[in-house]
């Protein structure tokens, strides 16, 4: 979907500020956030295209000025409160009212370990690669109103296929529950020029990984 | 809640915003806690580990391997994965890690314009100005005026090139080896590796600056 989440190229943001001495969380509330997310992940409660997509959903307003771990907050009180996992009631009262569902596993102190490797998004190819690198393509102008890993810069731009990093699951089916659909996914590389116009730098070049029903043969 | 009084007073400090986001994630934890889906001695866990173990001192290391051991250098270009998972003494990296390499000629750079896409196990969770609209927004189309944030200039012949991390695959810079370590100790070396080096906002420190 076309938000605000879709930053590349966006003027107006201001320069980067580094913390010197940053904390790895600014509140233990951050960190349990972080940690709820992987342990929910871990059960599989849904997918990180999933907590993804609901980020995107928040209106533009609040996404721009609430902090990260607020946003994976929101998020997954989203996914919660949608997916059944949690009644609305649930989160207002701050308590259970029913038994939860019935989920794959649970992580547990023991497992934990296990649990925080991520896990492989390879998936077995449907079919034969379209593309190899050093072929030209060109991204396709679409502008789903669901989840897609296709940047607004990047549509429409002639690049050059640079690696093939197997077949994978596609984030665009994933989110809206309509299963891994693999696809092959390929690093493709743009001059600055092709995306930002000829007053670019034309010493720079960008890549996005792209996955295979993003392009076409160019 | 034993901690109840300690966050009551925390909330006068830093206002009601954070109060109430403090109070729903606590509801939640406990909602799912109750229903049965986690374990919060496993929350505990977690988070003790990205607080003490999970940081860029990983990824510092493997640099500095892969600066003093051609072999394992030639190893990690083409699967960093693999050469990480080789190192033994780390914990296991995810797949899909690809390591990129600085050179004379070419600059790598790393963002994910649409998230927050970060490699977490070789350089812990991102920093904030990773996650935030300023370096999301501006990474791929000025990378010069960002690398000047950082106070980094390259020459204008260098060409940067900026990974945009769209995908799950995770990219880590390896930057150029500093002038006068000839001789230097692997370990020595990754006290030259920064996190921003790797992430391609920085270059790896100099001698002088360690001594």
Same mark, same amino acid.
Not at chain 1, 33 to 52: K, T
Not at chain 2, 51 to 73: C, H, L, M, Q, Y
């Given at each position: 979907?076309?938000?605000?989440?879709?930053?590349?190229?966006?003027?107006?943001?201001?320069?980067?500020?580094?913390?010197? %001495?940053?904390?790895?969380?600014?509140?233990?509330?951050?960190?349990?956030?972080?940690?709820?997310?992987?342990?929910?992940?871990?059960?599989?409660?849904?997918?990180?295209?999933?907590?993804?997509?609901?980020?995107?959903?928040?209106?533009?307003?609040?996404?721009?000025?609430?902090?990260?771990?607020?946003?994976?907050?929101?998020?997954?009180?989203? %996914?919660?409160?949608?997916?059944?996992?949690?009644?609305?009631?649930?989160?207002?009262?701050?308590?259970?009212?029913?038994?939860?569902?019935?989920?794959?596993?649970?992580?547990?102190?023991?497992?934990?370990?296990?649990?925080?490797?991520?896990?492989?998004?390879?998936?077995?190819?449907?079919?034969?690669?379209?593309?190899?690198?050093?072929?030209?393509?060109?991204?396709?102008?679409?502008?789903?109103?669901?989840?897609?890993?296709?940047?607004?810069?990047?549509?429409?731009?002639?690049?050059?296929?640079?690696?093939?990093?197997?077949?994978?699951?596609?984030?665009?089916?994933?989110?809206?529950?309509?299963?891994? %659909?693999?696809?092959?996914?390929?690093?493709?590389?743009?001059?600055?020029?092709?995306?930002?116009?000829?007053?670019?730098?034309?010493? %720079?070049?960008?890549?996005?990984?792209?996955?295979?029903?993003?392009?076409?043969?160019? | 809640?034993?901690?109840?009084?300690?966050?009551?007073?925390?909330?006068?400090?830093?206002?009601?915003?954070?109060?109430?986001?403090?109070?729903?994630?606590?509801?939640?934890?406990?909602?799912?806690?109750?229903?049965?889906?986690?374990?919060?001695?496993?929350?505990?866990?977690?988070?003790?580990?990205?607080?003490?173990?999970?940081?860029?001192? !990983?990824?510092?290391?493997?640099?500095?391997?892969?600066?003093?051991?051609?072999?394992?250098?030639?190893?990690?270009?083409?699967?960093?994965?693999?050469?990480?998972?080789?190192?033994?003494?780390?914990?296991?990296?995810?797949?899909?890690?690809?390591?990129?390499? !600085?050179?004379?000629?070419?600059? !790598?750079?790393?963002?994910?314009?649409?998230?927050?896409?970060?490699?977490?196990?070789?350089?812990?969770?991102?920093?904030?100005?990773?996650?935030?609209?300023?370096?999301?927004?501006?990474?791929?189309?000025?990378?010069?005026?960002?690398?000047?944030?950082?106070?980094?200039?390259?020459?204008?012949?260098?060409?940067?090139?900026?990974?945009?991390?769209?995908?799950?695959?995770?990219?880590?810079?390896?930057?150029?080896?500093?002038?006068?370590?000839?001789?230097?100790?692997?370990?020595?070396?990754?006290?030259?590796?920064?996190?921003?080096?790797?992430?391609?906002?920085?270059?790896?420190? !100099?001698?002088?600056?360690?001594?």
């Amino acid at each position: 979907m076309d938000s605000v989440h879709d930053m590349g190229g966006m003027d107006g943001f201001g320069k980067v500020e580094v913390e010197a %001495n940053e904390p790895v969380f600014h509140a233990p509330w951050e960190g349990r956030v972080l940690a709820m997310q992987r342990a929910m992940g871990y059960a599989g409660a849904w997918h990180i295209d999933h907590s993804r997509f609901a980020q995107e959903k928040l209106p533009p307003a609040t996404y721009l000025t609430v902090s990260y771990y607020q946003r994976w907050a929101l998020a997954m009180e989203s %996914n919660v409160i949608e997916r059944g996992y949690v009644a609305p009631e649930e989160l207002e009262t701050g308590h259970a009212l029913k038994p939860g569902l019935p989920l794959k596993r649970k992580l547990t102190p023991a497992v934990v370990q296990e649990g925080m490797i991520r896990s492989s998004f390879y998936r077995q190819q449907q079919g034969p690669a379209r593309f190899k690198p050093g072929d030209r393509v060109r991204t396709k102008n679409i502008h789903p109103k669901t989840h897609t890993r296709l940047p607004r810069y990047a549509r429409g731009k002639l690049g050059v296929v640079e690696l093939c990093h197997g077949c994978h699951m596609f984030p665009d089916s994933v989110a809206t529950d309509h299963g891994d %659909n693999p696809q092959w996914l390929y690093t493709v590389v743009f001059t600055s020029q092709e995306l930002w116009g000829p007053d670019a730098d034309p010493a %720079n070049k960008i890549s996005i990984d792209a996955f295979e029903p993003y392009l076409e043969p160019a | 809640m034993a901690g109840h009084d300690h966050d009551h007073h925390h909330e006068h400090e830093h206002g009601s915003e954070l109060s109430e986001t403090q109070l729903r994630v606590r509801a939640l934890e406990t909602v799912l806690t109750e229903k049965g889906y986690i374990d919060p001695a496993a929350l505990d866990a977690i988070i003790e580990a990205y607080e003490t173990k999970i940081g860029p001192r !990983n990824g510092s290391v493997v640099i500095a391997k892969a600066w003093t051991d051609p072999a394992f250098k030639q190893a990690l270009l083409e699967d960093a994965t693999k050469a990480v998972a080789s190192m033994g003494h780390m914990s296991r990296v995810g797949d899909h890690l690809v390591a990129v390499e !600085n050179t004379p000629k070419r600059h !790598n750079m790393i963002v994910c314009t649409l998230c927050s896409c970060y490699p977490w196990e070789v350089l812990g969770l991102p920093p904030v100005w990773y996650k935030s609209a300023p370096y999301r927004s501006r990474a791929v189309k000025e990378p010069r005026g960002v690398l000047a944030d950082f106070g980094v200039t390259l020459p204008k012949e260098t060409e940067i090139r900026v990974w945009d991390s769209t995908a799950e695959t995770r990219f880590l810079v390896v930057p150029m080896r500093p002038a006068g370590t000839e001789g230097w100790s692997a370990d020595k070396l990754a006290d030259l590796v920064t996190r921003d080096s790797m992430i391609g906002t920085g270059l790896a420190k !100099n001698p002088s600056e360690v001594a």
